[in-house]
């Protein structure tokens, strides 16, 4: 580990109370020495960093100038927590971010009182903060929500929907949106400053108020025509239009990283008595890091690195990701049919959209984070003859599922899904784990659901969903690299619905779908030490089934196991039903179905989250064993 940084102010601070009892004037130290417990800590753990070194001054400010925890703080998607967690009891705990048994790498409601609403998908905080503030209002009790959102999050449409409702919170909502990127209007030094700071002060809120109901008793028209002219003056000059429309008083832009224009602001909206309030503040992401500042995107999401050189840890080389080896394939198949498009919702390095952009620009789109308009698109893209692939991530694309049961399942539309991270993803945890895509579409009619074993077969993948024109389909794949097997320079266009049989025996089945198929090769070696024969089935497909294999090997085998990266209600679940309706239960059929316990999995290294799962190729020679009642000896052979 690299030498912790030396920070003699920061160790007096443990709680926001020891920060609100230091001066004014002690606070830039305090930022510089929180910016750089910062950057070790990260260093050490990997994580976010860059959207967390945007906003270290904010936090200082917000926790220095508000009463939390009774000020109830909202960190929007929480990449940008950490220098927030540092300041809120955690500090000692700050290296074992994102580790087993350590500090999430979001907020979490559970882990601090900080931290009253967990965040970790993006463009819920007013929304949550308006819940917040409206529940103080109607009990009678201090405090006001305070949401933290950056200018991506905002993109979405749920941002929107909460703020036309913010008016109900009165002063007790203040938005402050984080423009880090989009830069709706930048900040202009100390003149921005003195604006802001007047156009936040009481007498001028006070006065404006007074003056719009003198004008309304004058004259209705004179006073929207006053009003009008008024929001838009300040619009024209400020960029704050937009949310003067949605009810909100604007304030801003202000440079988001001098404390002394930021403090006085913020004073101004804490004790003002109009609102909801909307604060304006510039960032840069990765500010007070060269390697970050210079190169945003690749410090968003970092490995163990090197604070002196920025240099970050390197896994050795090995396999392609299962995401570029979608996204160079997808390319490859639009070389030759320009009827391929390619979606994604601000992810496009993270699905492998970006290998496809590089190769066919004007058929990429990143829609920002909306995933709902990107299903719906993409359904409209469909209807017009086009071939889209809606690449999103598993649990990312839970947030469009009424999108994708009426503008696709319904409508029979051939939209492709692309669905990364499906299974369990390590360091993210419960929040991004891709548990539940198996269920939510293999229960929808007229959807195809498939999953690969491995690279090879994504690419095989790929190519029959590009050329499946009768309605949607999917395929779902984890995040990582692939097994090390060699990719097809042909693709094949596999038969819907038909699995494989990787390795055939007579005693035991075991049907597996998607990347498990590894772990189930590894148990039939050893089950096959028992003297125990074992066939291995790649089935390939969740939906439609293969239920002339699924028939032959449950009717020809003595015991048979099912295994998935995925919550009850996937494969097993079909595999039951199946079995249900055609009889075969009752003719005294040993099933099992191995999947995701009835648990949202904590973060640790993926390995370990499987095996505490119980998905792991012991765990099958386990199920497989006590299903014929082998004796505990044996049992307790197999576990080891």
């Not at 939390?68 to 940008?80: A, E, K, M, N, S």
């Not at 009165?170 to 880090?180: F, P, T």
């Not at 890091?289 to 920025?310: C, L, M, N, R, W």
């Not at 990107?374 to 990312?396: D, E, H, K």
Request: hydrophobic letters at 40%.
């Amino acid at each position: 580990m690299a030498d912790l940084p030396s920070t003699p102010l920061l160790d007096t601070v443990d709680t926001p109370a020891d920060l609100r009892k230091l001066k004014p004037a002690d606070l830039r130290q305090l930022a510089d020495e929180l910016r750089a417990e910062t950057i070790s800590a990260v260093g050490t753990t990997g994580g976010h960093l860059g959207s967390g070194l945007g906003v270290v001054e904010l936090t200082v400010a917000i926790h220095y100038v508000f009463d939390t925890p009774r000020d109830r703080l909202i960190w929007d998607v929480g990449h940008q927590c950490y220098p927030h967690k540092i300041l809120t009891g955690r500090r000692d705990r700050i290296r074992t971010l994102r580790q087993g048994g350590g500090l999430s790498g979001f907020t979490r409601r559970s882990e601090s009182e900080y931290d009253p609403f967990g965040a970790a998908h993006s463009s819920t905080s007013i929304s949550a903060a308006l819940g917040f503030a409206v529940a103080n209002k109607l009990n009678g009790q201090p405090g006001k929500g305070i949401a933290v959102i950056g200018d991506g999050a905002m993109s979405a449409g749920m941002a929107y929907e909460a703020m036309n409702n913010a008016e109900a919170a009165g002063n007790r909502l203040v938005v402050i949106l984080n423009d880090n990127d989009m830069s709706i209007a930048p900040p202009v030094g100390g003149l921005s400053a003195y604006l802001a700071r007047t156009v936040s002060s009481s007498n001028y809120l006070g006065l404006r108020n007074f003056a719009k109901r003198a004008i309304r008793r004058i004259s209705k028209r004179v006073h929207n025509a006053a009003e009008k002219a008024e929001e838009f003056a300040r619009g024209m000059a400020t960029g704050g239009t937009l949310f003067e429309e949605l009810g909100f008083y604007y304030v801003g832009p202000i440079d988001g990283h001098n404390l002394d224009h930021l403090i006085p602001v913020l004073e101004n909206v804490r004790d003002s008595e109009h609102g909801p309030i909307l604060v304006h503040v510039v960032t840069k992401k990765g500010k007070g890091y060269g390697p970050a500042e210079e190169s945003a995107d690749k410090y968003h999401g970092v490995q163990k690195f090197d604070v002196i050189t920025g240099t970050q840890d390197k896994a050795p080389p090995g396999p392609p990701s299962y995401q570029n080896v979608f996204g160079e394939t997808l390319a490859k198949l639009a070389d030759t049919d320009p009827r391929i498009v390619a979606i994604t919702a601000a992810m496009p390095s993270g699905t492998g959209v970006d290998k496809f952009a590089q190769a066919h620009p004007d058929r990429a789109f990143d829609v920002g984070i909306a995933e709902q308009h990107a299903v719906t698109f993409a359904a409209g893209l469909a209807a017009q003859g086009m071939r889209p692939f809606c690449a999103i991530y598993s649990t990312f694309l839970q947030r469009a599922y009424d999108q994708v049961v009426h503008d696709v399942a319904i409508q029979n539309l051939p939209v492709r899904f692309a669905i990364d991270r499906a299974g369990l993803v390590g360091a993210d945890g419960a929040t991004h784990a891709g548990s539940f895509d198996v269920t939510y579409l293999a229960t929808l009619p007229n959807f195809v659901v498939m999953a690969p074993a491995d690279e090879a077969e994504l690419v095989h993948m790929t190519y029959t969903a590009a050329e499946h024109d009768t309605g949607p389909i999917a395929v779902r794949y984890p995040r990582g690299n692939g097994v090390g097997i060699a990719l097809p320079e042909v693709p094949q266009r596999l038969e819907i619905g038909k699995g494989r049989i990787v390795r055939e025996g007579k005693t035991v089945a075991i049907l597996s779908l998607g990347t498990r198929l590894a772990e189930a090769l590894k148990a039939a070696d050893a089950l096959e030490a028992r003297g125990l024969s074992t066939t291995v089935a790649d089935l390939r497909f969740a939906k439609p089934l293969d239920e002339e294999l699924i028939r032959k090997l449950l009717t020809s085998h003595e015991v048979a196991v099912t295994i998935e990266e995925g919550a009850i209600g996937g494969l097993g679940a079909h595999v039951l039903t199946l079995a249900s309706d055609q009889g075969l239960i009752d003719a005294g059929l040993k099933l099992r179905t191995m999947r995701l316990p009835d648990i949202f999995q904590d973060q640790d290294k993926p390995e370990k989250q499987y095996d505490e799962a119980g998905l792991n190729a012991a765990n099958i020679v386990d199920t497989v064993l006590k299903a014929l009642r082998y004796n505990e000896a044996a049992v307790t052979d197999a576990r080891a």
